[in-house]
């Protein structure tokens, strides 16, 4: 048997002292924190890169969180995984794991803050009932080809965590790539694993041709295994901003069965940092007390952390083409090419190119030059365009709508609500609204009226006015909302109520 002598900071304190068996339960921890700016422009900062079907039918958080399914070894693997994301992401991160029957408990972050913190409010909802559990912790926007190697790196790196070391899975490189940081290899220990010796982050690309020929690096996957208490303890002592602010945070949090919301204020005052930053760079000093491993993994693994790697990692033609969607190609070669908004899209004669079209924006990019991509979503952020922030199609909780059109003082939209579902108690200062019902039926609330529309039928809401839309049917209720006034953007919503908790 063994104690937990560490627990640091553990809003549950009365059951640290609990006993624990000699192999404490795994826990899934899948950190979707991520935008994914280079993933542009499929990819948007309120529709990031995990919530998207990227490669395959699942979205990348859905395949992240099968990823630990038939896991055979003599760890118990906790049933229900952590995911952290954005609180602006919750919902959709509901959704993703209802729609898959995953029981997941989400830690909604009021703000990002990197994966240090993120890591750190895992672990202490992981620990919370009083068990030392070692974290899994995995960014939900890799692919893996081969679970049972995953598992077996997996099991290899528990062990070393349970001894006391914060164990990390290594990719023996393939090429010299300069968008992955690298981890020099120290001594070995048994398995294949060795001592952590030093990280290096995105190295200039002579400098990773270098690494790769010697031999004595691997890359960094971001896929960390460690005890809750040695995570929460090295945190301690090489970050104690980020330490105290979580604790504090999470003390304060909004918990249910289902969510954990931190409490804002406090979580505010924590640093932005990653893992690799904040501790993992800090093992291989000699006044370190904690130990680094790290476990090799050889599965297919990619971070798809750029379209270049998406590329990389699907199949393709006999002339090195991959593409998603409605997609020809005439004489091209080497070429990536995705459809979203429904249209065709030709290729002839290129080479190897980037080709993204959707609703609203399309990209052409060459291949050896897609890390610029982030530079230029900064740049559509600095001019205050849209297409930066959200697709034309932008999904709420209770459905979603669809800006079809907008001008001068006017936008129009259709608007999909699901059966059952219904939109916040709220008012507009600037705006008055037009809903004609397309199909299905419409419960209306607009002042101390309530009444139903059916098919074909419309009302008007004024400005100022308090008013709601409801589905009461069994079929999805969809209508065009007219929008005129002089202010049309999305923040000029009051909330009065709402069954999804956004008030305020």
Known sequence: MSKVTVVAGDADSDAIDKLLPDYPPLV???????????LWPVSREQFPK????????????????????????????????????GAEHYFATYEQAREIGVNARI?????????????????????????????????????????????HAID????????????????????????????????????????????????????????VESGNYWWNSGLVVVRSSVWLSAVERFQPEIHAACIQAYRGAKKSDECVVPEAAEFLRSPSDSIDYAVMEQL??????????????????????????????????????????????????????????????????THNLIVIETDDAVLVADRSHVQEIRSLVSRIKRDKSPEADAHRKVRRPWGFYDSIDHGDRFQVKRIVVMPGARLSLQMHHHRAEHWVVVSGTALVTRGDEQFLLGENESTY????????????????????EVQSGAYLGEDDIVRFDDKYGRCG
């Open 28 to 38: 899934q921890v899948i950190l979707a924190g991520g935008s994914g700016t280079r």
């Open 107 to 151: 830690v909604a972050e009021p703000a990002r803050r990197d994966t240090a913190p993120a890591l750190t409010l895992a672990a202490l909802a992981a620990c919370a009932d009083g068990q030392d559990a070692i974290l899994v912790a995995m960014p939900a926007d890799h692919v893996i080809a081969n679970l049972d190697a995953l598992h």
């Open 156 to 211: 290899i790196a528990a062990h070393h965590a349970q001894a006391g070391s914060i164990a990390t899975l290594g990719i023996p490189p393939d090429r010299a790539d300069t968008g992955f940081g690298y981890i020099r290899l120290g001594s070995e220990i048994g398995n294949g694993a060795r001592h952590i010796e030093r990280f290096i982050e995105k190295p200039a690309a002579e400098l990773a041709a270098q690494y």
């Open 284 to 349: 291989g000093k000699p006044d370190s007390p904690f130990a680094g491993v790290v476990v090799p993994l050889e599965a297919g693994w990619s971070d798809l952390g750029s379209w270049d790697a998406v590329w990389q990692a699907m199949e393709k033609d006999e002339c090195g083409n991959a593409s998603n969607g409605r997609v020809l190609f005439e004489g091209a070669s080497a070429t990536y090419a995705r459809s979203d908004g429904g249209r065709l899209l030709a290729c002839v004669g």
């Open 50 to 85: 995990q919530l998207i079907d990227v490669i395959g039918n699942q979205t990348l958080l859905q395949a992240t969180m099968g990823r630990m399914a038939g896991f055979s070894s003599a760890w118990d693997v906790a049933a229900d995984p952590v995911i952290v994301c």
């Open 461 to 480: 809401i004024p400005i100022g006015i308090r008013h709601r839309l409801e589905n009461p049917g069994r079929v999805p209720l969809q209508i065009i």
